[in-house]
């Protein structure tokens, strides 16, 4: 049974940073490309970052602040947010997919096999 699960989210001020951990189980971690995305309310789930054997993507709002990190060893995913603003509030979900050929399949939602539950990161003004 896959599992995904998210944590570190919560509520911190605009210039504060969080990270936020996604702990995968039931898979083959290494073999599948990781993302997290996020959702606000009202507006459409988009891509925030992706890694997987190909490399390294971000979303041109977080470049600069947001850091995706994944150990293999651990079946453990990250994302070092820093200087957040309030724009950044929504539900962050970490994903998994297989097979993704191409940077341009990472920041596709439909690429992704599996989905953690989400947590909630709110930004203050």
């Known amino acids: 049974q896959v599992q995904l699960v998210e944590s570190g989210g919560g509520l911190v001020q605009a210039g504060g940073s969080l990270r936020l951990s996604c702990a995968a189980s039931g898979y083959i971690f290494s073999n599948y490309a990781m993302g997290w995305f996020r959702q606000a309310p009202g507006k459409e789930r988009e891509l925030v970052a992706a890694?997987?054997?190909?490399?390294?993507v971000y979303a041109d709002s977080v470049k600069g602040r947001f850091t995706i990190s994944r150990d293999n060893a651990k079946n453990t995913v990250y994302l070092r947010m820093n200087s957040l603003k309030p724009e950044d509030t929504a539900v962050y979900f970490c994903?998994?997919?297989?097979?993704?050929?191409?940077?341009?399949?990472?920041?596709?939602?439909?690429?992704?096999?599996?989905w953690g539950q989400g947590t909630q990161v709110t930004v203050s003004s």
């Open positions: 890694v997987s054997w190909s490399g390294v």
């Open positions: 994903a998994a997919g297989r097979g993704l050929a191409t940077m341009t399949a990472h920041l596709d939602s439909r690429s992704y096999n599996y």
